[in-house]
């Protein structure tokens, strides 16, 4: 069964910073894995998508890598904003076949509460 | 891009009385939708996966006549919390896949449902 941890599980930082947010999961058979943002009583929204052949993904201020050896993942997020200040969670899908090109569902970690101070 | 809406966005009701929750795919047609439940300071736990026109398929411990999930066209799906209970009161939150993108989700922005 995968299992997604997500460290720290909070996150307070001054407005500039550069910072990392880890995930890391137990079974490296994964078809792709994601990265989201929630905001307080809201859905997700999606930042980034790796699958499971690439090693990284950028946009904007957010790099997102992936090591599905070792089975870990980091978001790294350049000149914090407190915009930025969120819920960051990350997400894997396995596949559900041998070849890895068919895929199943999502498994969350429990993500990381993020506050940017300015 | 993709959007995703739910209706209600909140919902407070007796213990007792059942609550429908519609999904929505509003640019794109949604072939597969999902509907999972978050906790306070949780992550997002799922329940169920439906395909348009079949049988809703529910995670091992949800119970499939309590939550009763409805994929009636490609662009709805409705959950119906019956007999709710306080228990029953969490954050439900619906996504979907299709159009372009088949592998990626796109969810909405989530019912937070009050039983009293």
């Known amino acids: 069964k995968q299992e997604v941890t997500q460290i720290p599980a909070a996150l307070s930082v001054p407005e500039g910073e550069n910072l990392v947010l880890n995930c890391s999961f137990t079974d490296s058979a994964i078809y792709n894995l994601q990265w989201f943002r929630q905001d307080p009583g809201k859905g997700l929204t999606s930042l980034l998508l790796i699958q499971s052949s690439q090693r990284e993904q950028t946009s904007g201020r957010l790099n997102a890598s992936l090591d599905k050896s070792s089975g870990r993942s980091t978001l790294y997020i350049a000149a914090s904003q407190p915009g930025d200040s969120a819920t960051y969670l990350c997400?894997?899908?396995?596949?559900?076949?041998?070849?890895?090109?068919?895929?199943?569902?999502?498994?969350f970690g429990q993500g990381t509460i993020l506050t940017v101070h300015p | 891009g993709a959007v995703v809406s739910q209706h209600p966005s909140r919902v407070i009701c007796k213990s007792g009385t059942s609550v429908k929750i519609e999904c929505r795919s509003l640019?794109?047609?949604?072939?597969?939708m999902f509907w999972y439940r978050q906790f306070p300071k949780k992550s997002l736990m799922l329940m169920a996966t439906s395909n348009e026109g079949s049988k809703a398929t529910y995670e091992q411990g949800v119970e499939k006549d309590k939550f009763l999930i409805n994929h009636a066209s490609l662009t709805l799906s409705t959950l119906t919390v019956t007999s709710a209970h306080p228990e029953d009161s969490s954050f439900y939150i619906c996504?979907?896949?299709?159009?372009?993108?088949?592998?990626?989700?796109?969810f909405g922005p989530g019912t937070r449902l009050t039983v009293l």
């Open positions: 996504s979907a896949t299709g159009g372009l993108a088949e592998d990626t989700q796109y």
């Open positions: 640019d794109f047609q949604a072939t597969t």
């Open positions: 997400a894997v899908r396995r596949p559900t076949n041998a070849g890895g090109t068919s895929y199943g569902k999502l498994t």
